[in-house]
């Protein structure tokens, strides 16, 4: 099973930028999509942005133009960087990323970390 750990969180101003990080271990042949999630209470996770092993990407739209997603291949990470903050972005991020332990193996998500919170004051 692959872990993964998010950092980079915290609280800013409206208008201000974070930078978060994911790192995924473990038992991994190799990775293909990795994505951001985030969550708020009561509601349900959102996809933020994904990008698959060749650097394609997708956004949501409340975040298209804003946030930026890029990943390092080789050390297995993957990045968010966010800018134009809104308060309506303030939620606990997650990463998640599609994955194969083997050649031969099918490719299954990796279990859920602890997350990092972002808060954006107005």
């Known amino acids: 099973q692959v872990q993964l750990v998010e950092s980079g969180g915290g609280l800013v101003q409206a208008g201000g930028s974070l930078r978060l990080s994911c790192a995924a271990s473990g038992n991994i042949f190799s990775i293909n999509g990795m994505g951001w999630y985030r969550q708020v209470p009561d509601k349900e996770r959102e996809l933020v942005a994904v990008i698959t092993s060749g650097g394609s990407t997708n956004y949501a739209d409340s975040v298209n133009g804003r946030f930026t997603i890029s990943r390092d291949n080789a050390k297995s990470l993957v990045y968010l960087q966010m800018n134009s903050l809104k308060p309506e972005d303030t939620a606990v991020y997650y990463c998640?990323?599609?994955?194969?332990?083997?050649?031969?193996?099918?490719?299954?998500?990796?279990?859920w970390g602890q997350g990092t919170q972002v808060t954006v004051s107005s």
């Open positions: 998640n990323a599609n994955y194969k332990r083997s050649y031969y193996s099918k490719a299954g998500f990796g279990s």
